[in-house]
């Protein structure tokens, strides 16, 4: 075995690691923000989060601080419930539009993914194809935005959509991750494509 196997090993130990760390972190926060709900303690505790992140500043180097720190902040994201802002793009071609599906899922939705910070939704919307995918993309014109609220795993999910045109060359699109695949959608049969939101629809052309 080479030393760079060896190190990947190490790498993903630690993945296994912090996995593990994480499932258990999550079924604490769960039992918090029950025991919140049930004696009527407000969901988010500004002070506490505070008091979290300098702990965590303070045990790593300040080269890794912003990057421990930008996961805390996620995790607390994802306890407080925020809202999340997503780039999204509908690419048409000879009459049909590219969607993606979570293996097994009944809905679609189209390609795209979080906006992260300091990006612009169109740089999220090519960054995310291109991980996603493999694929160079552009995107094109904004089309506009969609909000949607919805039950995710029981707890209730809120979003922002930014829909842009998007442009891919190749029609032969296939997905990087193996829990979802991409298919192209005759824009006659979309109704039973389950596509979400389902205000989205309005921005997607009734033709080619």
């Known amino acids: 075995m080479s030393k760079l196997e060896e190190l990947r090993n190490e790498v993903d130990a630690a993945d296994d690691a912090i996995l593990a760390a994480l499932m258990r972190r999550f079924s604490i926060t769960d039992r918090i923000r029950e025991l919140k709900a049930s004696e009527g303690v407000p969901r988010t505790?500004?002070?506490?989060?505070?008091?979290?992140?300098?702990?965590?500043?303070?045990?790593?180097?300040?080269?890794?601080?912003?990057?421990?720190?930008?996961?805390?902040?996620?995790?607390?994201a994802g306890t407080r419930g925020e809202i999340e802002t997503i780039a999204r793009g509908v690419c048409v071609k000879d009459g049909k539009v590219l969607l993606c599906r979570g293996k097994?899922?009944?809905?679609?939705?189209?390609?795209?993914?979080?906006?992260?910070f300091g990006e612009t939704g169109a740089e999220a919307l090519v960054r995310e194809m291109k991980e996603e995918t493999g694929l160079d993309s552009t995107a094109g014109k904004f089309l506009g935005v969609v909000e949607s609220s919805f039950l995710q795993h029981g707890e209730k999910h809120c979003e922002i959509n930014l829909v842009y045109e998007l442009f891919i060359e190749n029609n032969d699109v296939a997905a990087q991750e193996d829990w979802i695949g991409f298919e192209w959608c005759p824009l006659s049969k979309l109704d039973a494509a389950n596509l979400l939101p389902v205000d989205i629809r309005r921005l997607i052309p009734e033709n080619g």
């Open 104 to 116: 097994g899922a009944s809905s679609t939705y189209l390609p795209g993914g979080h906006i992260e």
């Open 45 to 76: 505790d500004k002070e506490r989060e505070r008091e979290i992140l300098a702990r965590v500043a303070a045990a790593v180097p300040p080269a890794k601080r912003d990057t421990v720190c930008a996961i805390w902040e996620r995790l607390f």
